[in-house]
């Protein structure tokens, strides 16, 4: 009976154990120049070398594991943990925030919730504070949260378009044609197509449009089953979208003569007004095409985007 007990305690207490010592992880706000001129961007990159440099003083060690223009990914080792920052960086800003790590407990939920080690905040922090101390040393000027630039786009008509933020995500569960592709997990899987999604988006974006993606979790599943915009309207506060464009490619339903076809679903859900846009496309035929660039997942989608107007 005592066993029993104790099973049950052990049982209830577990979600307790397992995020003990940790912490949400939230992005950090993005430091921008205050003044509308900004900085030369010689003098921003060595404001980034210069603040990793001094990170790995007096118990840190901080390097860099590899660096392009604009982008440099610094790395600390502290004993078996590894932590690795991605500060990207122009003339009018500079961007930290968290890369990947080893062994510090990271995890993320369906919902989109991050952990880490509660150590995060220390050595994180840490090289962020760096930054602002060497950036108001080299440029006597500190960081605001806000740009001092109002970008303002032309339109074609001559009027000024908002900028706009679209997120994309897909969800396609795993058939033949994937396992041959040596995809075996959906989660890969789905990133293929979102990587896709935002290839083509690119080609025609306009100027005032920024592109993202986001993993597609079990919200944005449960929203493609019971079509609940409940579940999207939390993902565009939390991702900070004006639109959401969802694709779910149904599994497969069998056939015959080595082909499997199944439906494609494309959503369009406008943020701000609460409208959702839905195409069905007709049954499509994915196995003799090269993951994952289906002839048909292209087509279908310059057809989305061109037919809902989701890029002006």
């Known amino acids: 009976m005592i066993k029993k007990y104790l099973g049950v305690l052990l049982l209830l207490c577990l979600p307790a154990l397992v995020n003990a010592g940790t912490m949400i992880l939230e992005d950090y706000p993005v430091m921008y120049f205050p003044n509308k001129e900004g900085v030369k961007i010689s003098v921003v990159e060595d404001i980034v070398l210069d603040a990793i440099d001094r990170s790995s003083y007096p118990k840190h060690i901080w390097s860099i594991d ?7 990914i610094a790395r600390l080792n502290v004993r078996h943990h590894v932590l690795r920052m991605k500060i990207s960086y122009d003339t009018h800003k500079i961007n ?3 890369h990947d790590s080893k062994r510090l407990n990271f995890s993320e939920n369906e919902a989109g919730l991050r952990r880490i080690h509660s150590k995060y905040a220390e050595w994180s922090g840490f090289l962020l504070q760096k930054i602002k101390f060497v950036a108001k040393r080299k440029t006597k000027m500190s960081f605001v949260d806000e740009s001092p630039i109002k970008v303002v786009v032309k339109t074609t008509t001559g009027g000024v378009a908002k900028p706009k933020k679209i997120v994309v995500s897909a969800y396609s569960e795993i058939d033949d044609v994937e396992r041959e592709a040596g995809i075996y997990d959906t989660e890969t899987n ?12 690119k080609k025609k974006k306009p100027a005032h449009v920024t592109l993202s993606s986001v993993k597609w979790g079990a919200n944005l599943k449960m929203f493609s089953k019971k079509h609940r915009t409940q579940y999207l309207q939390a993902v565009c506060k939390q991702q900070k979208a004006d639109t959401l464009v969802l694709a779910f490619l149904e599994e497969w339903e069998g056939g015959s003569g080595g082909i499997r076809p199944r439906n494609m679903f494309y959503f369009s859900y406008d943020c701000a007004d609460d409208d959702l846009v839905k195409e069905v496309h007709e049954i499509i035929d994915t196995y003799d095409e090269a993951f994952p660039y289906q002839t048909a997942f292209v087509k279908n989608l310059k057809q989305f985007a061109r037919r809902f107007s989701i890029l002006k």
């Open 66 to 72: 590899s660096e392009k223009p604009g982008e440099i």
């Open 96 to 98: 930290v925030q968290y």
């Open 190 to 201: 789905s990133a293929l197509y979102a990587k896709e999604m935002l290839k083509q988006f």
